[in-house]
């Protein structure tokens, strides 16, 4: 079994971004700019926006935090983005997710610019991606993605069982896959019999949001599996959606949490929010 380190490789993808951002700065005075949107006081969120932030400062990019109370309208809130989309230093935009219930989300995230959209969460960005066309990539699928590249693991024929479909997260992992020539089954909370789609699955990708979800009886001998699972269990630690312990040892590659999918996040972020500057270079 081998692990695959998310640390080291968000690590690694964070150093070129600093050395491109650099390059940017030097021949074109270009920084890359990203304005983070945080509404509410949720302390995950709260905590999140803080690693973007430090992030965006690590790789030299100018970054802004807009915090709003939770009793914001969402004309204000859509206007702060507005206002993102026409400043001219500012290449990406981020609106953390989830939003106050009186905010429509769905239309929030259609107001940002879709050359700014660095979460790719905007329906113009979503279908060319189903397209197959260039676009922005949420950040988590495509830190997925950037693993399978980093640790050489071919996706083409193979056959991927997708636990949960988000619009974050399950749904964008299906359509990479799909373009990298796997054969991908996307399942849920209405899945009949979870473990007949996971057992046959060379590699499978869980990001569902239930610790120890997937159990050892549920992969195959020497598959890959990929936990995306972030959950803060009764002692405050930190668990993933497989119960590692138990899983690991049958698999030929496993992502741990924490130091596996959720660092790569935020290197994609970075990476999404360059290559923005980039194109407006
Ligand atoms: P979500 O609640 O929007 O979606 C959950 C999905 O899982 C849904 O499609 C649902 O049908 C499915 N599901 C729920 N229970 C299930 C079950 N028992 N069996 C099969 N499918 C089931 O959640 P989300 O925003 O997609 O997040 C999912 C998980 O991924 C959470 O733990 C979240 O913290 C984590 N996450 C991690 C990162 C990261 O950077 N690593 C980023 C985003 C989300």
């Known amino acids: 079994m081998q692990l695959i380190d998310g640390k080291s490789l968000a690590n690694k993808v964070q150093t070129s971004v600093a050395t491109e951002v650099e390059q940017l ?107 197959n066309l260039d676009s922005f990539v949420a950040c988590t699928p495509l830190g997925v993605m950037k693993m399978f590249e980093e640790y050489n693991i071919e996706l083409e024929g193979k056959d991927v069982c997708v636990v949960g479909a988000s619009n974050i997260v399950g749904k964008p992992m299906a359509a990479l896959l799909l373009n990298a020539n796997a054969t991908v089954t996307v399942t849920h909370i209405f899945t009949k019999d979870l473990k007949a789609h996971t057992l046959q699955a ?23 599996v990929i936990d995306i699972g972030i959950n803060r269990i009764a002692d405050g630690s930190l668990v993933g959606d497989v119960d590692f312990k138990n899983v690991s040892p049958k698999c030929s590659y496993i992502t741990p949490v924490p130091g596996g999918v959720g660092p790569m996040t935020i290197a994609m972020l970075l990476s999404n929010t360059l290559k923005s500057a980039k194109q407006r270079a």
Do not use: W
Request: overall charge negative; glycine content about 8%.
């Open 25 to 131: 700065k030097q021949e074109k005075n270009i920084v890359p700019g990203l304005a983070v949107i945080l509404i509410g006081d949720d302390p995950a969120s709260h905590a999140y926006v803080k690693m973007k932030a430090k992030a965006c400062e690590k790789v030299g990019f100018y970054s802004i935090t807009h915090s709003m109370p939770d009793a914001i309208s969402q004309e204000e809130i859509i206007a702060t983005i507005e206002m993102m989309n026409n400043n001219p230093r500012i290449d990406g935009i981020l609106v953390q997710l989830p939003l106050p219930k009186h905010v429509d989300t769905d239309k929030i995230l259609e107001v940002i610019d879709p050359k700014k959209d660095v979460d790719g969460f905007h329906a113009y960005n979503v279908g060319r991606l189903v397209t």
């Open 202 to 224: 060379d590699i499978v990708i869980v990001g569902v949001g239930v610790p120890g979800l997937i159990k050892e009886d549920m992969v195959k001998e020497g598959a890959i």
